[in-house]
């Protein structure tokens, strides 16, 4: 946090304060939300099989399906989204979804598909909603860091919280959802009060950041005409972050539980605090960067580290010549340092550099509709192909495969826009 204060002639103290409280709050509602969404995860229903695949990887493609479908939605609903109101958007969204999970604790499997897919498709607008909040300043790259790994940290923290109340609560499986989304109710509500009261970005904040404004159809297809090919490119490469990070993220348990650490809840919590602390330091130290097409180039450059440490530490792990621990706590950080940023500053910073009148949201979810179908399509083609190995197998060697695609859709996107930017020259 020292790098807000690292240049005090660009960051007045209102401005430093502004982001602080706009972090905390931000990722404290986000880590909020995320427990309505994955804590069924470490349900694994044993002996449960429905269509010849095994009823938790139907719910976690319900549920993704869903997820999926909210981002293509999205598209639109979170690029036109208006200011005013959002906090009541907020309240239904995330109440339709909690409904869902109580619905899921009542009826008998598989009709708890549908109600996984509807929680989906509710909380996939989220995202889009509270980063709405905090895009368009000078700090947006620290503030936006900071809500991007609350995802992390509440993955792993929710899970924990599941787990604790399945082991020690003896909570049945079909309950954990709702009963976690009940301990972090209250939470929520007062968050997002919190949420409301962060102030507008400011006159200095919209002259080097530009004005954030809803963006209509018209825009939209402007922006994707002048930048087609990149915008191909960013599709591509955060598709297969996404795979890799979505798959690790909802099969956790059943890696852990492989690996050996199965009944270990703390393990969680353990390893994705730490690498949110890591990535929220490696993020924040753009806030220092005000020009902004040079931060937009170095977060190329952290993209690429990050496929490359997934890469090469999966392929030791393969090889034997790293254990499961240290492997899943390396490809996670790998992993995000290259999805976290295009959730918080590789958009912010698309949009500065080109001076483009518009939203972050409208990028996040074109990138994210596909990239969950991808990950919908991954753990589909697993079952259906009869893929006869565990996750601890199937999973090191996809992240191998998609981390050299990723590095080329990288270069790609990063010699693109260097080239666009030298042609376009924005004042």
């Known amino acids: 946090m020292s790098t807000l204060t690292a240049n005090p002639s660009t960051l007045s103290k209102k401005q430093v304060l502004t982001a602080l409280y706009a972090a905390s709050v931000a990722f404290l509602t986000y880590a909020s939300v995320y427990a309505y969404r994955k804590p069924f995860t470490v349900a694994t229903f044993e002996g449960l099989s429905f269509w010849g695949v095994k009823y938790q990887v139907l719910l976690i493609m319900s549920q993704g399906l869903g997820y999926m479908f909210s981002k293509f939605y999205g598209i639109k609903f979170i690029a036109e989204l208006k200011r005013l109101g959002r906090w009541k958007t907020s309240a239904i969204l995330v109440g339709s979804a909690w409904f869902c999970l109580l619905l899921f604790g009542l009826v008998p499997a598989p009709w708890g598909l549908p109600c996984m897919f509807v929680n989906g498709f509710m909380l996939g607008f989220m995202w889009g909603i509270v980063f709405s909040y905090v895009e368009g300043r000078k700090t947006t790259d620290f503030i936006g860091a900071a809500m991007a790994v609350s995802f992390i940290f509440a993955g ?16 049945p499986e079909q309950w954990l959802a709702f009963v976690t989304g009940l301990i972090f109710s209250l939470p929520l509500i007062f968050f997002m009060y919190l949420l409301e009261r962060i102030p507008p970005p400011d006159g200095d904040d919209i002259k080097e950041r530009t004005v954030r404004l809803p963006m209509t159809k018209e825009q939209r297809l402007k922006f994707l005409r002048l930048f087609g090919a990149g915008t191909i490119a960013i599709i591509i490469t955060y598709l297969f972050l996404t795979v890799m990070r979505d798959v690790r993220d909802n099969f956790m348990s059943n890696l852990w539980s492989e690996l050996g650490y199965g009944q270990k809840p703390e393990v969680f919590t353990k390893t994705e605090t730490i ?10 130290l753009l806030v220092g960067i005000r020009k902004n097409i040079r931060a937009f180039r170095l977060v190329h450059i952290m993209v690429l580290v990050g496929f490359l440490l997934a890469g090469i530490s999966s392929a030791l792990f393969l090889a034997g010549l790293m254990n499961g621990a240290v492997w899943m706590q390396l490809v996670g950080l790998g992993l995000y340092m290259g999805y976290i940023p295009f959730n918080c500053i590789f958009f912010e ?9 518009g939203n972050v949201g409208f990028l996040i979810y074109l990138v994210d509709a596909y990239g969950y179908l991808g990950s919908t399509l991954v753990m589909l083609s697993k079952e259906i192909f009869q893929i006869k190995l565990t996750w601890s197998q199937f999973y090191p060697a996809g992240v191998v495969i998609f981390s050299v695609i990723g590095i080329g859709g990288t270069i790609f996107s990063l010699l693109y826009f260097n080239r666009k930017f030298e042609s376009l020259k924005p004042v």
């Open 156 to 171: 792993g923290f929710t899970r924990s919280v599941a787990l604790w109340l399945k082991e020690s609560w003896q909570v």
């Open 275 to 284: 690498t949110s602390i890591v990535i929220l330091i490696m993020i924040s």
């Open 349 to 357: 910073r698309l949009i500065a550099s080109f001076k483009i009148v």
